[in-house]
């Protein structure tokens, strides 16, 4: 954990998932309370800051987006080195984008910390009539494999500060 002089932590967290999941729309809807209609421009940001208060104390997360690698599945370690909290995302109405979960959580598990809180989430939980993963299925395999678990709509805000959040707090009280 980096101690800066103006905040009291900061805390290193990557999204990860298929392409087209939705990772930078979170992103944005997290740290600009935006969602852009006509698509993202990938400007070579690696990552967003956007700073919450916990037990009265400020934390800023710092949080890794892609530059498209997914696609490639040609993530570095760089892009894992430090991490501690995970959001690996999946579209809810794309099986297939369920399907690669598990390798993305293996990607993960060997590439960052074995402490790093991860947080399974099933996105464009608006779009309810094209749903293709039943929250159930969602749930049972976080159970299963022990993450956190939440469905979210980058697009109307449901549960993305929650998301965040949780996995904030979650590594606040561990480490
Ligand atoms: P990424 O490749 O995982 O970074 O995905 P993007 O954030 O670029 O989003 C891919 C597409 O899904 C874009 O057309 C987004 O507008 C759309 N999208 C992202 N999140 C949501 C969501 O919560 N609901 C809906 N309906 N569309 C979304
Ligand atoms: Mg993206």
Known sequence: VLVSSTMDYVFKLV?????AVGKTQLLSRFSRNEFCNYGLAT?????????????????????????GQ???R????????????????????????????PRWLEDLRMQADPSVVIMLVGNKCDLEGLRAVSVEAGREFAEREGL????????????????????????????
């Open 15 to 19: 999204i990860i998932g298929d392409s």
């Open 43 to 67: 400007v070579g940001v690696e990552f967003q800051t956007k700073t919450i208060l916990i037990d009265k104390k400020l934390i800023k997360a710092q949080i890794w987006d892609t530059a």
């Open 70 to 72: 997914e696609r490639f």
């Open 74 to 101: 040609s993530i570095t370690s760089a892009y894992y080195r430090g991490a501690l909290g995970a959001l690996i995302v999946y579209d809810i109405t794309k099986w297939v984008s369920f399907v690669q979960v």
């Open 148 to 175: 956190l678990f939440l469905e979210t709509s980058a697009l109307d805000a449901t549960n993305v500060e929650t998301a965040f959040q949780t996995v904030m707090e979650r590594i606040y009280k561990v480490g």
